[in-house]
């Protein structure tokens, strides 16, 4: 959420009162002020259908999701200042492009399937070593 405020700052709409009700955990007087902040601006977000993920929230959610990424990404010394700039500006598509460009360039840059986090069902990897 806090990527689509700083986009809406961005582009000149005072959202303090959202961003403190988020900043402070109120997340049902958040809500509440984004639905009038909608109400009353609606053409502050792109129509459903528009842009990356068919509609805000998708988009939100991958842009912070892969924001973290990159910020992982830049720790480990790679340029991904391309990358960020599309994110953060919403252009999901640009971003997806150029991430499979980043990915087919630096193949070991990402943990390869099958090791670290995600590689499994936690249960099945708690079962199969208790049968060690």
């Avoid at 992982?72 to 598509?93: C, K, W």
């Amino acid at each position: 959420m806090l990527l689509m405020l700083d986009n809406l700052t961005a582009q000149g709409y005072d959202i303090t009162a959202i961003r403190n009700a988020v900043t402070t955990g109120d997340f049902g007087t958040a809500q509440t002020l984004m639905q009038e902040f909608r109400t009353a601006n609606p053409d502050a977000f792109p129509a459903r259908g528009d842009g990356a993920g068919k509609g805000s929230m998708n988009g939100e959610a991958n842009g912070e999701r892969m924001l973290l990424m990159l910020d992982n990404l830049t720790a480990q010394g790679y340029d991904v200042s391309a990358i960020r700039t599309a994110v953060t500006t919403g252009e999901f598509g640009t971003a997806h492009t150029l991430m499979q460009e980043f990915r087919t360039a630096n193949p070991d840059a990402f943990p390869a399937r099958g090791e670290g986090a995600g590689s499994g069902h936690m249960y099945g990897k708690l079962r199969a070593k208790n049968n060690q």
